[in-house]
């Protein structure tokens, strides 16, 4: 497709500003020297331009997105209309805070309420997303070994199944990181563990449910062993999509967690983003908390400055707000019992669509999974040479955007796939129909396979050239 200033023809027109009144006057040295040479497009052009390049993305509002580990859920309009009131979108962040009242009763709810779902005891709003949640948990446990004297740990424990943002978070820290293994089940390897376990323990990252889509069963135990040995638990929250209104992570002695706004409470991920990383603790962390903390007293809502043993801020001013009021509206439509519904329709979505898949394709833990479940293509790639990233691009021909592939790193040829509870019976029946037909063409006409997509505005790429010779702009240099 063309370039909207490839468009241009001389003598065409275009936008022209309207004459200034004759009684202003500008200065000489602020008049232009040079014509603006603007883009000569008609309107009518520019709309078909832009149009057409929008329907050249794929989106969950267009069809089904079943993104390991990224819940790429629906995104309710109710929650887009509420994010653009005037009253939140016209607000600055350095307005005094007796006038911005209904914005930090917004934040100061939104808190309260994630406490309440996650067991946990004070939170903080700021962190952009997920991987910076992650690092502001850690830096907060960080701060508390200090006050305590115990500064010279350093070794955080990471599952070998984690997000990458862990070990790249712990190092960020200024910490190493240990990996624990995974036991025969998929689940963190107790005897692992244990042997990791030290005097120079900082803590345990753990996700759960998994990114095998596995409920950690002894979580109870794994956090015992972690305090007992000194350290604390991080739990990462990407996956509580699936626990919402059912297990409170706080409960199982988890000390600090992440929530992803953009997953769980159905922010747009993304380009439809920002999203946000809220941070909750639990009582003994309060203190060391970003400042400042919303909190309330008889003459309103305020921000409390006034954390001594504060890690400071992580983000400029308050996090991403007009993310937090989606979240809201979400949380309110929903309802405790509406939320409890969408973790379980999500569990029985991927039960279903596993189920739909396992007699086709190996399933590395074939027990009963959470949210997503991860499948093997290496029995294929064996047999005919067509790798997991073949079928995820095939699938593209299909009308279908591609599950997560090759993570977690522990199954090989891994497809990672998250239904979400937004996605109805049928659809799932289709991806499955789709997936078998794709193995079924791996058999008979591999190459076909191997060379997909077909039917996409640009076809397969030359994925090493591409990242070493990485062009992000359309002009050369």
């Not at 040079?34 to 509002?61: F, K, M, T």
């Not at 100061?108 to 005891?121: C, N, V």
């Not at 563990?193 to 803590?203: F, Q």
């Not at 991806?431 to 006409?445: D, P, S, T």
Request: charge should be negative; glycine fraction near 8%.
């Amino acid at each position: 497709m063309e370039l909207i200033f490839e468009k241009h023809k001389e003598g065409r027109g275009n936008y022209t500003f309207p004459d200034f009144e004759e009684d202003v006057e500008i200065p000489e040295e602020y008049k232009r020297k040079s014509p603006l040479n603007l883009v000569e497009v008609p309107e009518n052009e520019v709309v078909r331009h832009y149009v057409r390049l929008s329907q050249l993305n794929y989106a969950v509002d267009i069809g089904f997105y079943p993104l390991g580990s990224c819940t790429m859920k629906y995104n309710p309009k109710l929650n887009e209309e509420v994010s653009r009131f005037p009253g939140f979108t016209n607000i600055h962040p350095l307005t005094p805070d007796h006038l911005v009242q209904g914005a930090l009763e917004v934040m100061y709810e939104t808190i309260e309420i994630l406490k309440k779902l996650t067991g946990m005891d004070g939170g903080t709003l700021q962190p952009s997303a997920g991987a910076h949640g992650e690092l502001t948990g850690i830096l907060i446990i960080k701060a508390y070994l200090k006050d305590k004297g115990e500064g010279n740990r350093d070794e955080v424990l990471i599952p070998d199944s984690a997000h990458g943002t862990n070990p790249a978070t712990a190092s960020m820290a200024g910490f190493k990181a240990v990996e624990v293994k995974s036991d025969k089940d998929g689940l963190l390897s107790i005897d692992d563990l244990k042997s990791k376990l030290s005097e120079r323990t900082v803590g345990l990252m753990i996700t759960n449910p998994n990114t095998l889509g596995l409920y950690e069963r002894r979580i109870r135990e794994i956090c015992d062993l972690v305090h007992k040995a000194g350290g604390l638990v991080y739990m990462d929250g990407a996956n509580f999509n699936a626990l919402m209104g059912w297990i409170k992570p706080g409960d199982t002695g988890v000390d600090v967690m992440h929530l992803n706004l953009h997953k769980t409470f159905s922010v747009p991920h993304g380009g439809g983003g920002p999203g946000g990383g809220v941070l909750l603790v639990k009582e003994h962390l309060k203190e060391f908390l970003p400042v400042p903390v919303i909190e309330r007293s008889e003459n309103g809502y305020y921000f409390n400055w006034n954390l001594p043993k504060s890690i400071g801020k992580v983000h400029t001013f308050y996090g991403h707000f007009l993310a937090v009021v989606r979240a809201y509206a979400y949380i309110l439509s929903m309802g405790f019992e509406g939320l409890k519904r969408a973790s379980a329709d999500a569990v029985l979505n991927a039960n279903y669509l596993k189920k739909l898949l396992e007699d086709e394709f190996k399933v590395e833990y074939p027990s009963t999974c959470m949210h997503e479940f991860v499948i093997s293509a290496k029995p294929i790639k064996d047999e005919t040479g067509v790798k997991a990233v073949d079928i995820a691009k095939r699938l593209l021909d299909y009308g279908f955007h591609a599950p997560t592939v090759y993570f977690p790193l522990i199954v090989p040829e891994a497809l990672m796939i998250e239904p979400t509870e937004t996605e109805t019976k049928e659809t799932l029946e289709r991806f499955a129909e789709v997936m078998k037909r794709i193995k079924e063409e791996a058999y008979k006409e591999p190459e076909k396979v191997k060379n997909a997509p077909y039917d996409t505005p640009v076809g397969r790429l030359d994925e090493v050239r591409a990242a070493k010779e990485l062009k992000v702009s359309f002009f050369e240099g």
